[in-house]
């Protein structure tokens, strides 16, 4: 068993990666202690905290209700000083990198949409098709059983015809474990309007219940806030999973901060260091350790343990721990239609167009998704119609009008892993003392000769065969909240933090697995991929255990 | 010549009938393990002898009962764990009087009282299902370990003396095919009684209460007298036809806990007429009413909502709360799926909250229950699911004793009966699997023991009377 200072496996953070690590191990009777910076809150108060927002609040401020303790700040996007922010950010596209995670127990799959894509085996391998980026250090078809074996772990819907499934070039082991979500209107359309000019519009896999239970949890009731958080846990986040991990014995700590990595005899990582509220420090032993906080807390963590072993910070000998820090930089088109397209039916986001990610021309620039949202446009739509002046029956007609006849189309382009991108120590600190995350963010020309010579083109060409009457386009590239790279992976030590099973190279008994360890960004959503090499993570992890 | 040709040609035809006779003994065999199986469906022998998740009818399945956990049996076609071994007349004996092959007494968990009913043609039949056509599965089920003086089974030879009616059913010549054989199935095989009919102090059911409600572990199996108050006379045929179809009467009532269980595995299989049937004597059953009832279950309630005093007084808190109020925990809980008011969906899949047997009855304890344990139903191939809130690993939203009394009180005020409190207490007894049995409570006191050593009593005097009295018969 484990107790409140040691046991086999002390994972850090309470993450869909971290509990897919847990559950394993316990699976494997390994005894687990999870550690999480942030409280545990009932998902009932999580959904009141929503509701009763201010409307100007309800949309696009996916933090808002998950206000963040003191000892775990994370970014608050209704906080107006930047300077008081928590994320410290600068470079050319510092927008682009304005991460909404939180730091609350179950993560930010709290607010994820659920989206499930699978890279292509061309995705794994950039460097050497294309003459950029890394290739990774293993084929897609040994990522395979891991993608089945999160997607049944977590629960994904999706098509069981294989013309829709992504890739297309590559066989699924096992079909998804449930069926697809149905299109609502504005998707159906979308769809249509897409394959005229040669976008496959496909209904995303998505880690949400569709017409049937899974593992306990309902199907989906299409209450379509998915983000900022499912009311009734139709959609996974690994909240769901922390009770499940209790029952099998696992320990979960709440508001345990920890702020550093000790190392031992041979460079073994010995203890980790927390603080509790009451900035009282707390030293914790393990077998083995995972450091399970996605790819900005945890290369932090790693940049705040520097010991006499480790000068530049541990796992940190090749230079690469905050380097390489990837997300979809993101375009956004707010457009008007003649006709009523009514997105809102279903999910926030329940389908993507994908074919337009791969191709020849990544070795010029990238790749990108293009998708609609889906969320409904209700509230956009009556605060537009009040700032008109109208009152009335004009006023309801406008309403009604706006929220039927808008919509913003999405473009996410692919990164490359760039060491110039970088999270560096902030000489700021936060309540307990501890460095903020600083984090230097280029697009670069790859991103920026795509958006002008093919993806806002092609935005454009989708919007018209919309039927749109007017087409703006955000002025700047936005976050995706795909956080990868920081702890990068390859199979040589000096140019990699962790190989092929996020292992660091400086520690044998250190797994740092996670979007972090991605060595390749792509356009689509990172979180099946993160769950992916969780699993092989948690493999690796109870064979040194079990067997030594 | 033509005397052996004749002779052959008599021989190939004999031979001809004999094959005739086999085909069609095979088939007549066939007949009867489907008949078999249907009344297997019908009796619902899975409910309890399948263990999710386990071989059909290999047993194991804990059942809670007021007296103690009973572990179900093997009744599969195994020889030396299941009833592979019974001969028809010791398979008769277990169904219809509660004794095992080795003679020992079964507990009234399994329903023989009702199937005392099967007429020997059916038992048959189920007696070649389950020696031919089940799958023999060689494991053997948990052992049934009562409490004192529960586990000497001896004493359940008195209780049969006292309650078994071992009379296989008659038919009523004065009510119609249909009427007879609805009451053949309501009080054998679909054994109704089981859980609608309230039980005395030895456990027994109350005969002279038949259907009236009764405690079901955690769940309460209500009313279903032709009462047009306290029971289903408000019901059509149609009405009881439709619920017992799938489980659901928009505007009524929905089947959870094991009336969920008994349509999915039983009464959606049945037969179009069988149902019918079923439903033709129900509402023939005679009317118990309860007097305290002032108003039917399925009537109370109406569409309300107090979200406008709730928004904005609250800001975001990033704490569980001590205490939340009913209306708090409603709005958090209750409405992303049942509506702010309360009204369901529109397609009925989410039940409205008002008009609902769980939430109009006076009795709260299928409203604890459902929040509690949540619905899972499976009909016609679509799921009913509502989520548990009582804290499974799997529930995604647990909520303690106090918080379910807050909540609960909140929906019986504005959606339902009104005029009754759920207290703490009662949430934890709902939690724990219901009420216990009184008669455990004075078999820790000694009383119960007295009981059962007088009910030992009883028996042995009863059983030396038979003897008497069928002494000179069998000396004949």
Same mark, same amino acid.
């Given at each position: 068993m484990a107790s409140d200072s040691s046991a086999d496996v002390v994972i850090v953070g309470t993450g869909v990666v971290g509990c897919l690590v847990a559950e394993r191990a316990l699976d494997a009777g390994l005894s687990v202690l999870m550690l999480e910076a942030g409280p545990r809150v009932d998902r009932w108060r999580i959904v009141e905290n929503y509701r009763n927002l201010p409307p100007s609040m309800r949309l696009f401020h996916w933090d808002a209700p998950y206000p963040p303790k003191p000892w775990a700040p994370h970014?608050?996007?209704?906080?107006?000083?930047?300077?008081?922010?928590?994320?410290? +950010? /600068?470079?050319?596209?510092?927008? %682009?990198?304005?991460?909404?995670? *939180?730091?609350?127990?179950?993560?930010?799959?709290?607010? #994820?949409?659920?989206?499930?894509?699978?890279?292509?085996?061309?995705?794994?391998?950039?460097?050497?098709?294309?003459?950029?980026?890394?290739?990774?250090?293993?084929?897609?078809?040994? +990522? /395979?059983?891991?993608?089945?074996? %999160?997607?049944?772990?977590?629960? *994904?819907?999706?098509?069981?015809?294989?013309?829709?499934? #992504?890739?297309?070039?590559?066989e699924r082991s096992k079909p998804y474990p449930m069926g697809p979500i149905p299109f609502g209107p504005g998707e159906t359309r979308l769809t249509e309007a897409a394959a005229r000019i040669g976008m496959m519009n496909l209904p995303a896999p998505q880690a949400r219940n569709s017409g049937v239970s899974y593992h306990g949890r309902p199907p989906c009731c299409g209450n379509n806030n998915c983000f900022p958080v499912c009311p009734i846990a139709a959609k996974y986040d690994a909240a769901t999973a922390l009770p499940k991990i209790e029952a099998k014995g696992g320990k979960i700590l709440a508001n345990a901060v920890v702020y550093r990595v000790e190392t031992g005899e041979k460079n073994a990582v010995e203890a980790v260091h927390y603080f509790d509220p009451n900035k009282v420090s707390h030293r914790v032993t393990a077998k083995l350790f995972v450091i399970a906080c996605n790819g900005i807390e945890t290369p932090k963590l790693l940049l705040l343990s520097k010991d006499d072993r480790n000068s530049n910070g541990v796992a940190n000998s090749s230079d690469q721990v905050g380097r390489n820090m990837m997300d979809q930089p993101k375009l956004f088109a707010e457009v008007e239609l003649a006709e009523p397209l009514w997105t809102g039916v279903g999910p926030v986001q329940s389908s993507s167009i994908l074919n337009t990610t791969q191709g020849e021309f990544r070795n010029r620039y990238a790749g990108a998704m293009f998708r609609m949202e889906n969320f409904a446009r209700s509230p956009l739509g009556s605060a537009a119609a009040l700032k008109k002046g109208l009152v009335g029956k004009a006023l309801d007609t406008e309403i009604r009008r706006l929220s039927a006849?808008?919509?913003r189309l999405t473009v996410e382009h692919e990164p490359l892993p760039l060491p110039i991108n970088r999270l560096t120590l902030s000489s700021k600190t936060d309540w307990l003392g501890i460095n903020k995350p600083n984090i230097y963010y280029d697009v670069s020309d790859y991103v920026r000769r795509s958006a002008k010579e093919y993806t806002v083109p092609r935005l454009q060409q989708l919007a018209s065969e919309l039927g749109a009457t007017s087409f703006q386009l955000s002025p700047e590239f936005l976050n995706s909240d795909h956080i990868m790279g920081g702890c990068i992976m390859g199979s040589e030590a000096a140019t990699a933090v962790v190989d092929a099973d996020c292992r660091a190279h400086d520690h044998q008994n250190l797994f740092l697995p996670g979007g972090g360890a991605m060595p390749s960004g792509t356009a689509s959503n990172s979180t099946l991929t993160m769950a992916a090499l969780a699993l092989k993570a948690a493999d690796a992890i109870t064979a040194q255990l079990k067997h030594g | 010549m033509g005397s052996s040709g004749h002779r052959l040609g008599a021989l190939l035809i004999g031979f001809a009938g004999f094959l005739a006779a086999d085909t069609s003994h095979a088939a007549d065999t066939a007949a009867v393990i489907d008949r078999g199986a249907y009344l297997a469906t019908a009796a619902d022998c899975g409910a309890c002898h399948t263990a999710p998740g386990r071989e059909p009818f290999a047993g194991g399945l804990p059942i809670s009962t007021p007296l103690g956990t009973i572990y179900s049996t093997n009744i599969t076609a195994s020889g030396e764990f299941g009833v592979g071994r019974y001969t028809e007349e010791q398979f008769s004996r277990a169904l219809r009087r509660g004794v095992r092959r080795d003679g020992a007494n079964l507990y009234p968990a399994m329903p023989y009282t009702s199937y005392a009913k099967f007429t020997e043609d059916d038992v048959h039949a189920l007696f070649v299902y389950f020696t031919q056509a089940v799958k023999a599965v060689d494991h053997s089920a948990p052992k049934t370990e009562l409490p004192f003086p529960m586990n000497i089974r001896l004493s359940m030879i008195g209780w049969n003396l006292l309650f078994l009616n071992s009379a296989a059913f008659v038919p009523d010549p004065n009510q119609s095919a249909e009427w007879n054989r609805g009451a053949y199935l309501v009080q054998g095989a679909a054994h109704c009684s089981t859980c609608h009919t309230p039980r005395g102090f030895l456990m027994q059911e109350q005969t002279s209460r038949a259907l009236s409600g009764a405690s079901v572990g955690p769940w309460y199996a209500p009313n279903i007298t032709s009462d047009p108050t306290s029971g289903i006379g408000s019901w059509t045929k149609d009405d009881l036809v439709a619920y017992l179809r799938t489980g659901h009467l928009s505007g009524m009532a929905?089947?959870?806990?094991?009336?969920?269980?008994?349509?999915?595995?039983?009464?959606?299989?049945?037969?179009?007429?069988?149902?019918?049937?079923?439903?033709?004597?129900?509402?023939?059953?005679?009317?118990?009413?309860?007097?305290?009832?002032?108003?039917?279950?399925?009537?109370?309630?109406?569409?309300?909502?107090?979200?406008?005093?709730?928004?904005?007084?609250?800001?975001?808190?990033?704490?569980?709360?001590?205490?939340?109020?009913?209306?708090?925990?409603?709005?958090?809980?209750?409405?992303?799926?049942?509506?702010?008011?309360?009204?369901?969906?529109?397609?009925?899949?989410?039940?409205?909250?008002?008009?609902?047997?769980?939430?109009?009855?006076?009795?709260?304890?299928?409203?604890?229950?459902?929040?509690?344990?949540?619905?899972?139903?499976?009909?016609?191939?679509?799921q009913a699911f509502m989520p548990g809130f009582g804290g499974q690993p799997t529930d995604a939203n647990p909520l303690n004793d106090r918080e379910i009394m807050a909540l609960g009180n909140y929906v019986l005020t504005h959606y339902g009966a009104g005029g009754t409190a759920i207290t703490?207490?009662?949430?934890?007894?709902?939690?724990?699997?219901?009420?216990?049995?009184?008669?455990?409570?004075?078999?820790?006191?000694?009383?119960?023991?007295?009981?059962?050593?007088?009910?030992?009593?009883?028996?042995?005097v009863l059983f030396r009377r038979r003897k008497i009295v069928s002494r000179p018969a069998a000396a004949s």
């Open positions: 970014l608050e996007t209704r906080v107006a000083k930047e300077s008081e922010q928590y994320l410290q +950010l /600068e470079g050319p596209n510092a927008r %682009a990198y304005l991460q909404g995670y *939180v730091r609350y127990a179950g993560g930010a799959t709290w607010h #994820w949409a659920g989206i499930c894509w699978r890279l292509t085996p061309e995705d794994m391998r950039l460097k050497s098709l294309y003459g950029v980026g890394r290739d990774w250090p293993f084929g897609h078809d040994v +990522l /395979e059983p891991y993608y089945t074996a %999160a997607e049944y772990a977590i629960g *994904v819907c999706g098509p069981s015809d294989p013309a829709l499934q #992504w890739p297309p070039n590559a006849c808008t919509a | 929905q089947a959870a806990g094991s009336m969920g269980e008994a349509v999915e595995h039983s009464f959606q299989h049945l037969t179009a007429s069988d149902l019918e049937a079923t439903a033709v004597y129900i509402k023939s059953v005679p009317a118990i009413h309860d007097p305290s009832d002032e108003a039917s279950r399925f009537t109370a309630g109406r569409q309300s909502s107090e979200l406008a005093t709730l928004r904005g007084r609250d800001g975001v808190k990033s704490d569980n709360g001590a205490d939340p109020a009913g209306a708090l925990l409603f709005a958090g809980n209750c409405v992303s799926c049942h509506s702010a008011e309360g009204q369901g969906s529109k397609d009925g899949y989410y039940p409205s909250l008002f008009h609902n047997s769980a939430t109009g009855a006076k009795n709260a304890t299928n409203l604890i229950a459902a929040i509690l344990y949540g619905v899972n139903r499976v009909t016609m191939g679509k703490e207490q009662q949430v934890a007894e709902v939690r724990s699997g219901g009420p216990s049995s009184p008669l455990l409570m004075l078999a820790r006191g000694g009383i119960a023991a007295a009981a059962v050593v007088l009910l030992l009593g009883i028996a042995f």
